[in-house]
């Protein structure tokens, strides 16, 4: 256990501007204030945050100082530069008028962009994952956290590094992926990039929030201290240790009965006495004060604070509802040593020290006149990032639409997700989280419906122009068919019908997807599925594209028995340049080069459930019931061809040290694409039970047809560490199974994952995964040699990919 009364070492300046504070000054600096706030875009807001007052009474809300101002730009519509114009005001007051002249630190959200009108729409995280592609989401990243500072932003909230557990959970979209490297090296990657801008990134949730019970939102986690180490915790730990996190935020939910918002042992403990984390831990808005309304652990908001501060959230957001009056009058009574106070503000002001905040002349420029929030240069790079994470699910040929000369003469573009723009974005899009409150305004940027770039698809593919004939046929949500008639109708006359179906974002209740928006059913929403297989009975040839925040079960439209979609689509939310990129993709301008970041499920009633399973939670002759997915972690189609050829893995490592594992990839089609090549590992007999696969590393590969490139992953044995019967971190020596492969489920050289049991637990779902398309190597053998490795920070956690 730490001394949680340990002092930061902080710099003179902030030592002794510390020594002249008052307990009022100090709490106010460790608190947050929300003004002008409107709908709903945080859990209970309505309740939690009544009275906030308006601007005209901020002198005196801040007559000792602010620590935080609540997304100023993130909460309702406001023209950037006169916000900009009015924040910089603000500042200046604050340094004017207040007695330590101390400016506030701005924060806003920014998962998909930065959460303000006007500005670029990103795809959503799940998309970041589904590119698998850390160097472009750094450099999206970097240029979000430009725009940011210019504005006078100084935090923002994200990466979510949650590992995805259940897709039932509304709060999937947010998330990167299911497999905990890939979520913590894109997730570090964004963290890298932002601070590169100039932003502190921050954390989230940490930890374990994405393993609620069934899937719902703030549920109980029941997740085991092994699981927690192995599964939810090594992104945090990557991003902290790797990618130099200046911010985390806590989870909700409680984790085997003890709210993370209370956790000494996960927010002091582990994360900084452990990880060394230096930085400043932020409450999730009005989770100090759920201690006592929500978990019952706490008595009143005095005894909420003491318990949060203890344990380490040093600011409590979005407002001081229990870290001012109710926590000083804790302090004065004599039941909180003020040391834990001073901690807290210590780290607060070294922060804002960091951040330039305390110098004199912070805000002696004035801001920006002008401000374009979306210039080409994000324009360009949110676009590339959408065209990156479309995958390609099935194609029987009939994609792309344009073929050489050939091309269709009349579309049908069908589907309750073809003509609304807003269908392209996630939950934390300014659109979708806050300008739904707001009906009649304007986006405030340009984006296009896949309907409305469908034309520009075709002009970019050197194509006549085909007559496109629309049809909505159904809503998102409802049960209302009345409109499928008209769209079997238009399907009917069309050369090709491109079906466009899938979520609504929203939050607690509105729309289908997205925080509060959790579900019990997999199906796709509302009668979308009727509307599919109406269309698809006509005869035409049917592209069905799903604009989605999570994975649906879709079984019926991949390997139904009955007449099916010639194409399937997915793209998670990808953001203001999603119908571009879709055009392009469905056209064959773009190669579709993007890998599902989570399994595709097969029923809601087999979740939770992912790749990283031991053999008993897989199928087995034990159990009536069969999880297989329905397309594997990793599975992406191309409209090229790849194979895989030369494996060549080192013998033997040292239990501490680093391996090689080279294969040769070849794109053996008619066209250049890009192949994302996965290695992965099986450890054969360990001291607890663990996954039949793991992915150890991963690369995107371009290639031109016929070209042959060498890949080398130089793997640290750290990838094969798991937390033993002691809980501790360990790499133990013994015989592990090293392959390459396109997805998950290709197990190499038709090697079915049951068959390392003597083949008794399989099922022929689980032995199809094998003939999906996707190139794999047979299976090498690695000894790892020595003693039990004891995993320290000093290792590396890295994999370094060559490609030649």
């Not at 806003?108 to 799940?126: D, H, I, K, Q, V």
């Not at 949650?162 to 997730?187: A, H, S």
């Not at 890298?192 to 990134?201: F, P």
């Amino acid at each position: 256990m730490s001394d949680t009364l340990a002092t930061p070492v902080v710099s003179q300046r902030v030592h002794d501007l510390h020594a002249r504070m008052t307990l009022e000054e100090k709490l106010a600096q460790l608190t947050g204030y929300w003004l002008d706030q409107n709908g709903t875009v945080a859990p209970m807001q309505s309740e939690m945050a009544a009275g906030q007052a308006d601007s005209g009474a901020l002198p005196e809300i801040t007559r000792h100082g602010l620590g935080h101002y609540t997304r100023v730009y993130g909460t309702r519509p406001v023209e950037p530069a006169e916000r900009a114009a009015w924040l910089w005001a603000e500042q200046r007051r604050l340094q004017r008028e207040t007695r330590l002249g101390i400016p506030a630190l701005v924060h806003e959200e920014c998962l998909t962009g930065l959460a303000a009108w006007r500005a670029a729409t990103y795809p959503t995280p799940l998309a970041w994952g589904a590119s698998f592609d850390p160097e472009l989401v750094q450099e999206a990243a970097r240029a979000i956290g430009t725009t940011m500072r210019e504005l006078g932003v100084h935090q923002g909230l994200a990466p979510v590094l949650d590992v995805v557990r259940d897709p039932r959970w509304g709060r999937v979209d947010e998330c990167i992926g299911e497999d905990p490297y890939l979520v913590g090296t894109v997730g570090t990657a964004y963290v890298r990039g932002l601070q590169e801008g100039g932003v502190h990134a921050t954390l989230k949730h940490f930890a374990g929030y994405s393993g609620s019970t069934g899937g719902r939102n703030h549920a109980p986690v029941s997740a085991g201290p092994r699981e927690m180490a192995d599964v939810y915790l090594p992104p945090f730990e990557m991003a902290v240790r790797d990618g130099g996190a200046r911010s985390v935020m806590n989870s909700y939910a409680a984790v085997d009965g003890v709210p993370m918002a209370a956790s000494t042992e996960y927010l002091t403990d582990l994360l900084r006495e452990q990880w060394g984390f230096d930085g400043v831990v932020v409450a999730d808005y009005f989770a100090v004060a759920f201690l006592e309304v929500m978990h019952a652990v706490a008595a009143d908001r005095g005894e909420a604070a003491a318990l949060a501060l203890t344990a380490g959230i040093d600011v409590e957001l979005p407002t001081g509802d229990a870290y001012l009056e109710p926590l000083a009058a804790r302090v004065r009574a004599g039941l909180l040593d003020e040391a834990l106070v001073d901690r807290a503000v210590l780290r607060v002001l070294t922060q804002k020290e960091d951040l330039g905040l305390l110098d004199p002349d912070a805000f002696a420029a004035d801001p920006p006149a002008t401000i374009d929030l979306d210039p080409p240069q994000q324009r360009a790079l949110a676009r590339r990032l959408a065209e990156e994470s479309v995958v390609l699910l099935a194609n029987d040929g009939v994609l792309p639409l344009v073929a050489g000369d050939a091309a269709p003469a009349r579309v049908a573009v069908i589907g309750p997700n073809a003509a609304r723009p807003e269908a392209l974005m996630g939950c934390y899009s300014f659109a979708n989280h806050v300008l739904a409150h707001h009906p009649g305004l304007p986006m405030g940027f340009e984006i296009r419906s896949v309907l409305e770039a469908l034309p520009g698809g075709f002009d970019r593919a050197g194509a006549a122009r085909p007559e496109l004939v629309v049809a909505e046929g159904c809503a998102v949500e409802g049960d209302d068919t009345t409109g499928i008639p008209a769209a079997v109708e238009a399907a009917a006359g069309a050369d090709v019908a491109v079906v466009v179906v899938g979520d609504q974002a929203g939050l607690f209740g509105r729309g289908t997807v997205g925080e509060g928006n959790d579900v019990q059913s997999l199906e796709l929403p509302g009668v979308q599925r009727a509307l599919v297989e109406a269309v698809v009975a006509t005869g035409t040839p049917v592209v069905l594209v799903l604009l989605t925040g999570r994975p649906y079960a879709i079984g019926w439209a991949l390997d139904g028995e009955g007449p099916r979609p010639a194409a399937v689509v997915q793209a998670f939310f990808p953001g203001e340049g999603g119908g571009d990129a879709l055009a392009d993709v469905l056209t064959g301008v773009v190669n579709p080069s993007g890998r599902l970041p989570v399994s595709l499920p097969r029923a809601a009633g087999a979740q939770p459930h992912g790749y990283l399973h031991p053999i008993l939670g897989g199928p087995s002759d034990v159990t009536s019931t069969d999880p297989t997915p329905v397309r594997p972690f990793g599975f992406g189609l191309s409209y090229a061809a790849f194979a895989y050829a030369d494996l060549a893995v080192d013998t033997a490592v040292p239990s501490s040290g680093t391996f090689e594992a080279a294969v040769t990839v070849t794109n053996t089609g008619t066209v250049a694409g890009t192949e994302t090549v996965q290695l992965y590992a099986r450890d054969v007999l360990a001291t607890v039970a663990r996954p039949v696969a793991q992915l150890l590393g991963y690369r995107r590969v371009d290639l031109a047809p016929g070209e042959s490139r060498r890949v080398t992953f130089r793997v640290p044995t750290t990838r094969l560490a798991f937390a033993d019967r002691r809980l501790v971190r360990v790499v133990e020596p013994g015989e592990v199974q090293v392959w390459a492969a396109a997805h998950a489920g290709a197990t190499g050289s038709g090697t079915d994952l049951g068959d390392t049991t003597g083949g008794a637990i399989s099922s022929a779902r689980h032995r199809a995964q094998r003939d999906l398309p996707g190139a794999a190597t047979p299976r090498a053998t690695l000894t790892v040699t020595g003693d039990v490795h004891e995993v320290t920070g000093a290792d590396a956690r890295i994999v370094e990919v060559e490609i030649a």
